[in-house]
């Protein structure tokens, strides 16, 4: 791709699932300060469908490892002129520090940016919402200790309930199960949470669809707004 005005291309490596990139490719754009289209980030995609599941794979239940499509693919964006990556997928972050050695451009880090997001909030403890991936592989902890901030999972049940709405449903194309979700929600709010994190890309497409409050805290926004400013470009927050 060929680059205009020193900007930075943004490549995203996406697919995981499909419908998380294509709403964070609407997060980025519509977030973008911009009067026309040129004033907009030059972007490239790789949406692979079929990568392996990143839950699937840490639980270890596959033993398909989903860097062997995640490697390859984000080379080729690089060779396609990325010089920044995203992931729109939390799970994926797993595998973070592996892809980051493989790659010779910066790969922002949604988990990360999250908790950042948190503690200028002033939040100390909050809860996670996000796949059995995520919760048992403690990804969110790590970042967590570095900015003394508390990091609440669900109980058996309501991580339950968490994965049935990721899989069953929205994975699936059906609507959430808003009274199952609240529930799941509420019963990390009793244990003095002062906020949630939406972290499952999945989890953010219920943000885009019902009018979820300010106690939720939506990963793909975080993660946004951050490649937004990493291109070089202003948002429509600044």
């Known amino acids: 791709m060929e680059k205009s005005n020193n900007a930075k291309v943004l490549g995203i490596l996406g697919g995981l699932g499909p419908m998380s990139t294509v709403y964070f490719y609407e997060l980025v754009t519509s977030f973008t300060k911009a009067e026309r289209d040129q004033d907009h980030i030059d972007i490239v995609i790789s949406s692979r469908a079929t990568t392996a599941d990143r839950t699937a794979f840490i639980t270890g239940k596959s033993d398909e490892d989903p860097l062997d499509k995640m490697i390859p ?3 080729r964006l690089v060779e396609f002129g990325a010089d920044v990556i995203a992931i729109p997928c939390n ?9 980051a050695s493989e790659i010779d451009v910066p790969i922002l880090n949604i988990i990360e940016e999250s908790v950042k997001t948190l503690k200028e909030q002033g939040v100390k403890r909050f809860g996670l919402l996000a796949t059995d991936g995520t919760v048992n592989s403690n990804t969110y902890q790590k970042y967590c200790e570095r900015h003394g901030i ?12 968490i994965m049935d709405i990721i899989y069953s449903e929205i994975k699936c194309g059906k609507p959430a199960d808003m009274e199952s979700f609240y529930a ?10 002062e906020r949630l994190i939406l972290g499952c890309t999945e989890l953010s497409l219920i943000k885009k669809n019902e009018n979820l409050g300010d106690f939720y805290v939506d990963s793909l926004d975080c993660l946004a707004i951050s490649t937004i400013k990493a291109c070089g470009k202003k948002t429509i927050f600044d």
């Open 73 to 75: 693919d984000a080379k």
């Open 91 to 99: 799970t994926a972050h797993y595998f973070y520090d592996r892809l």
């Open 150 to 161: 508390e990091c609440i999972v669900p109980d058996e049940k309501n991580q339950a309930r």
């Open 184 to 193: 799941a929600a509420y019963s990390l709010r009793e244990r003095g949470c």
